[in-house]
């Protein structure tokens, strides 16, 4: 048990399947150069406490400097002994410099390590995502402003509801992932606090100077708690749940996508680039890209209902349970990173076709314009509605549109109809009747697209 870092209490030599079990070296390797930065930090605030001299600083400085170019060149060379990223780093640091690294550790855990460690990659990371991200709703917000005189039905229960502006359509997920990138940058602020200095769970006992560590290492404030700075992982968790929900959103994107491009829709062209054909089936086109963008919001899911079960049974401080946290965040991180890039690629070059759009513009979509109609002559809404809906059943029974319903049909459901009757089955002026903030009229969506290219400055600016 020498070469462990907790090496000595014990005789004899760990079970080589424990040792397989409890080795997290082959996925947290990824933390290599966050951990050295950490290391480099942690050895400065030493030196300054008087437990390194200066010589012995500029070695230790010099040997991780050393270790990071061979991660970075390919060439570190992990042992079955590194039963994690610290220990490896640890262990090679010694190697070149000798047993002055056995310095670097004094008052450090690998408790407070490794979060600091995980804080510092994600850090990192949540601001790749942000850029991502960024471009999927700038992707949207500027294709609704190229096609906004475009005018498809909107589907409730999907079935033909309302006609809309095919920019209403892409601005409604815009809009959507607007509030996942506020989320991230909320969260980026909450997680920002400094736990390295806490120790194993009672906190440093060599006077180090948390607020140089703070400063070398670039949090906006220093733990409160050592017990609590340890253990808490209320970050993964608050990554986790946020990537879900818009994973959800993504995926709700997707469903639509995939149904707008069937053959029974006809809406949309998916670029070749995204989709693949079929083994047996010359004929097939599949939307690989949306199904596996939808298909990645239930493994992101399960990542965060898995690291939620591990912290519910534990009780204060670190336990070993922890490490599951790692794989969860490195997986979640790839999987949005892949996740956005493709569904900005599907974006930008699908083609639509209006042609399609606008056969599928039935009059009986008018309905309910129908009722506003006779709202605007005088009649209560309910009213209304029931009148507009004996219109319906009226041209149901006589197997016409209900556009073709003659004035008398119309008159013998309510003398309110006239003549002026005709301009409501018309889809342009039944859109731009929506001039409410928010709505589908053309000055609503344009307000839209200006109000969303601003917000579009102020969060690319917290990415």
């Known amino acids: ?122 850090k990192n990371s949540l601001s790749v995502i942000s850029t991502h991200l960024l471009q999927l709703i700038k992707t949207l917000v500027e294709r609704a402003a190229k096609e906004i005189d475009v005018i498809l039905p909107g589907y409730t229960h999907l079935q033909k509801a309302q006609p809309v502006r095919w920019s209403q359509f892409l601005l409604s997920h815009a809009v959507a992932l607007t509030r996942d990138s506020e989320r991230l940058g909320e969260m980026k602020k909450r997680m920002n606090v400094l736990p390295l200095g806490s120790g194993a769970l009672a906190g440093n006992p060599l006077e ?119 794989e969860a965040v490195f997986d979640v991180i790839d999987t949005l990173n892949a996740v956005l890039q493709v569904a900005t690629g599907v974006i930008s070059t699908l083609q639509i076709n ?25 009649m209560p809404f309910r009213q209304a509605h029931i009148a507009s809906r004996k219109a319906v059943h009226l041209a149901e029974t006589k197997g016409i549109p209900i556009n073709n319903l003659s004035p008398d049909d119309l008159k013998s459901i309510s003398p309110l109809f006239g003549s002026d009757v005709s301009q409501v089955f018309n889809v342009v002026n039944s859109v731009e009747q929506y001039r409410a903030m928010g709505g589908t009229a053309k000055s609503s969506v344009t307000a839209q697209i200006e109000q969303l290219r601003e917000l579009l400055k102020k969060l690319k600016e917290q990415a």
Request: charged share 30%; aromatic share 6%.
């Open 1 to 122: 048990q020498g070469d462990k870092l907790w090496g000595g209490r014990f005789s004899g030599s760990t079970d080589p399947v424990m040792e397989m079990f409890s080795a997290s070296i082959t996925y947290d390797q990824r933390l290599s150069e966050v951990d050295i930065r950490g290391s480099m930090a942690y050895a400065k605030a030493l030196e300054k406490a008087g437990i390194l001299s200066k010589p012995e600083l500029e070695k230790i400085l010099s040997g991780l400097e050393k270790i990071s170019e061979e991660w970075s060149k390919g060439t570190f060379v992990v042992k079955q002994s590194d039963e994690d990223i610290h220990t490896a780093n640890e262990r090679r640091l010694k190697e070149l410099i000798g047993d002055i690294a056995g310095k670097l550790h004094t008052g450090r855990s690998r408790n407070d390590q490794v979060v600091t460690d995980l804080k510092l990659l994600m």
């Open 208 to 326: 180090i100077d948390r607020e140089l560590l703070r400063s070398e290492l670039d949090f906006a404030s220093i733990s409160l708690n050592s017990m609590d700075a340890v253990s808490e992982r209320d970050f993964v968790v608050e990554f986790l749940s946020l990537a879900t929900l818009l994973m959800i959103h993504l995926s709700k994107m997707a469903e639509d996508l995939i149904l707008y491009s069937t053959s029974e829709f006809g809406f949309l062209t998916l670029s070749d680039t995204y989709c693949t054909g079929s083994s047996l089936m010359p004929q097939k086109k599949n939307p690989d890209s949306l199904e596996l963008i939808r298909s990645k919001a239930g493994r992101v899911f399960g990542r965060l209902a898995a690291i939620l079960m591990v912290l519910k049974g534990l009780p204060s401080t670190y336990n070993k349970d922890l490490q599951e946290d790692k």
């Open 354 to 378: 209006k042609g399609n759009m606008e056969k599928a513009l039935s009059p009986e979509i008018l309905s309910s314009d129908l009722a506003l109609y006779l709202v605007r002559k005088g």
